[in-house]
């Protein structure tokens, strides 16, 4: 698991409940990326809840080099009716603004390619935003195929809660 | 679970195995709308073992009227790193076309709607086409809110084993 043969002290591992500061710092880095960081409510203990308690909802690796964490990847199971197939979803990839450039971005992705692999995935996805163009050129030479004409769309607070109330 | 009092054998169900026919009928109609049923490869074996097996990858319930199948919903968990909190992701939504606009839709969207808030999910979401404007105006109408600027990415076929193969 290296990026390259001059990152021989370069690792990725799971996380554990003692990496929620870590895990929380680079949601946050991330945000500030994505310039949303003011949608971030995220905190340790709710991430050791949702992620390390009794029914996890996604998978964490860090990525480590000289036993410093410099990235990250969070990820969990999604599923296509066209397949019939589960797929890995990354929802979280980062690393830090000092290593870029390293091939750890990389390193992170081809290891969820290579889970997906194992666990018998059809895909691998992600979302990227528009502007971001370095990280949209990066995905389309790793051989990344942009969903074009499909939007999200999201029920979340107030909207939810009242449609719910419907039921 | 009505739709609307003049709907009183209306109901919502989880599914079993025994419903992969009706599921693998639904999933095929639904792609035939959207214009992709080349890309469906799902077959009932592959449902039965991926949704109804030891470790089932989404959740699916079935949508009845008069004791016979009208519409079904397959789900699963997501994760919102912002949050710190889980969601629910609907990756397919259909009713028969037969039995459009009499609420069977919005039952299924409210249903989710209410699991998602008693499982503390705090988004409920999925995807719409761009060219499907009735239902993009329905979905607007119960609240939810397009994540314009965002687009998925997707590794398949050759590019995901090509670069799990470089780990």
């Known amino acids: 698991m290296q990026p390259s043969s001059e990152h021989s002290d370069f690792k990725i591992r799971q996380a554990t409940e003692l990496d929620c500061a870590t895990i929380l710092r680079f949601i946050t880095q991330l945000a500030e990326y994505e310039k949303l960081a003011h ?3 995220a905190d340790e203990k709710k991430l050791a ?3 390390f308690g009794d029914n996890p909802s996604a ?36 690393v830090d603004i000092t ?15 290579k889970l997906a692999v194992e666990r018998n995935c059809g895909r691998l996805e ?10 949209i050129d990066f995905y389309r030479a790793l051989g990344a195929e942009p969903m074009d004409g499909w939007t999200v769309n999201r029920l979340t607070g107030a909207a939810l809660t009242n449609l719910a109330a419907t039921a």
């Open 39 to 41: 949608e971030v409510v």
């Open 59 to 94: 998978e964490v690796v860090i990525a480590e080099y000289d036993t410093k964490p410099v990235g990250f990847a969070l990820y969990f199971t999604n599923y296509s009716t066209f397949l019939a197939q589960p797929g890995i979803y990354l929802e979280d990839l980062f």
């Open 99 to 113: 290593m870029r450039g390293k091939g750890f971005g990389k390193a992170l992705l081809t290891h969820l390619a």
């Open 49 to 51: 809840a949702t992620l």
């Open 126 to 135: 992600w979302s990227v935003l528009d502007w971001n163009q370095p990280a």
